[in-house]
C-alpha cells in the first residue's frame, strides 16, 4: 500500500526517503511543498524521476474543494472538501482581529449522538487520518491566500473519539518545520469523553481543552447528550478540574442555549452553582445561540442576554459567541448532510 505522506513527520519522511535511495536533503525539500499544497508538477525543485518515485511509494490525500460558501454580511467561508475516497467533510474559515482561524472537522460524521447536533445525523463513517485534519488548514490557506493562526477542532465529529489521529496532527501542525501553529492557539473541543481527558492532560500538548456542557444537571445532560450516561456531569467536571491541576490550562465551556431546554435564570443559577463546586481553577463559559436545524425540532433561545447577565452577577466568567457566517450557515453538519441527500 501506498504511504500517506502528509501524515509524516519530516524526520520520518526522511527516513523514507533514504530508504527509497534519494539523498536526504531532499525530505525537506518534499515537506515544504507538501505544507503549500504542492504535489507532483508544483514542485517545481524536485526532478521528475523523483516525483514518479513518490507517485509510485507515496499518495498526497489534499482534500479538493466540492463547494465554498461566502458570508456576505462578514466574509466568512465553508468549505464543503471531499477527501481521496470520496467522503465530504465541512471547514469553517474566519477572520478575526487576532488573525484567521479554521474550523475543522476530526471525523467523517459522528456517533455521539448529541441531539441539537447536524453532524450526528447521518452517524460516523469514518476517523480522518492526521493528513485530512493537516489538509484542510493547507487547502484553505491555498485557496485564501491568507495564513491561519488559529486551529478549532469544533467541526464535525469528536476529536477525542478519535484520539491517536488527533495526537498526531496537534504535533505535525505545531511543528517548527510545518505549519507552526502554535499549541496554544488550538482549541480541542469534546462532549465529555473523560478517559481521554485524563490521557490528554498527560500529552504535554498545551492546547485550550473546550467542553461541550450545554445543561446544568444531569437529567437535562442525558436527554440531549447521550455521553453524559456514561460520565455525568459530576465526574466531567472533576476530571476538567484534575487537567487544569496537571497542565495549568484554563478550561472553556460551551454552552448551546435551546428554547424550553437549558435556558431559564433559573438554569443559570444551577449552571453556576454547579461550576462553582467542582470547578477551583480559572475558566469561561461560551453562550452559543443554537443554530436551529429542522430535524431536531429545537428552537434558539431568545433569554440569551438574560442568562449571560445572571452567571455574570454570579462571578461565572460568561460570554455570547459571536455568530460569523450567519447567512450560509456556518455552524458545520448541514451542508455534508444537504449533499449527501442530493447524492443519493
Not at 519530516?10 to 525539500?29: D, V, Y
Not at 466540492?66 to 470520496?86: A, H, M, N, P
Not at 447521550?226 to 465526574?235: D, G, S, T, W
Amino acid at each position: 500500500m501506498k504511504i500517506d505522506i502528509l501524515s509524516l513527520s519530516l524526520s520520518e519522511l526522511t527516513e523514507k526517503i533514504i530508504e527509497i535511495g534519494e539523498p536526504k536533503f531532499r525530505a525537506k525539500q518534499i515537506f515544504d511543498w507538501l505544507c503549500k499544497g504542492a504535489w507532483d508538477e508544483e514542485m517545481k525543485n524536485i526532478p521528475k524521476a523523483l516525483r514518479l518515485k513518490l507517485n509510485e511509494y507515496f499518495f498526497y490525500p489534499l482534500p479538493t474543494i466540492e463547494r465554498k460558501l461566502v458570508s456576505k454580511i462578514d466574509g466568512t467561508q465553508k468549505y464543503l472538501f471531499k477527501l481521496y475516497d470520496g467522503e465530504l467533510i465541512e471547514s469553517v474559515f474566519m477572520r478575526y482581529q487576532h488573525g484567521n482561524t479554521l474550523c475543522i472537522s476530526s471525523q467523517v460524521g459522528c456517533r455521539m449522538g448529541c441531539k441539537f447536533c447536524a453532524s450526528t445525523l447521518l452517524g460516523r463513517t469514518r476517523d480522518l487520518y492526521p493528513s485530512e485534519m493537516l489538509g484542510q488548514i493547507i487547502a484553505a490557506e491555498k485557496d485564501t491566500g491568507e495564513r491561519i493562526s488559529n486551529v478549532v477542532m469544533m467541526g464535525i465529529g469528536e476529536p477525542l473519539d478519535n484520539y491517536d489521529n488527533t495526537i498526531k496532527f496537534l504535533k505535525l501542525v505545531s511543528s517548527d518545520d510545518g505549519l507552526n501553529i502554535g499549541l496554544r492557539h488550538i482549541s480541542v473541543s469534546t462532549c465529555g469523553l473523560v478517559d481521554k481527558i485524563e490521557r490528554l492532560s498527560s500529552e504535554n500538548l498545551p492546547v485550550t481543552l473546550s467542553i461541550s456542557l450545554h445543561a446544568y444537571d444531569n437529567s437535562v445532560r442525558d436527554e440531549i447528550m447521550p455521553v453524559n450516561k456514561k460520565y455525568p456531569i459530576e465526574i466531567l467536571l472533576g476530571a476538567c478540574q484534575k487537567y487544569f491541576e496537571k497542565t495549568s490550562r484554563r478550561i472553556s465551556f460551551e454552552y448551546t442555549l435551546i428554547a424550553g431546554k437549558n435556558d431559564t435564570v433559573e438554569g443559570a443559577c444551577r449552571l453556576a452553582a454547579i461550576i462553582k463546586k467542582y470547578i477551583k481553577s480559572p475558566c469561561h463559559v461560551n453562550l452559543i445561540p443554537l443554530n436551529e436545524v429542522k430535524e431536531t425540532k429545537l428552537e434558539t433561545s431568545k433569554n440569551v442576554t438574560n442568562f449571560k447577565n445572571k452567571l455574570l452577577s454570579l462571578g461565572i466568567n460568561a460570554t455570547v459567541r459571536r455568530r460569523l457566517g450567519a447567512d450560509i450557515n456556518a455552524s458545520c453538519g448541514q451542508l455534508r448532510k444537504g449533499a449527501k441527500e442530493v447524492n443519493q
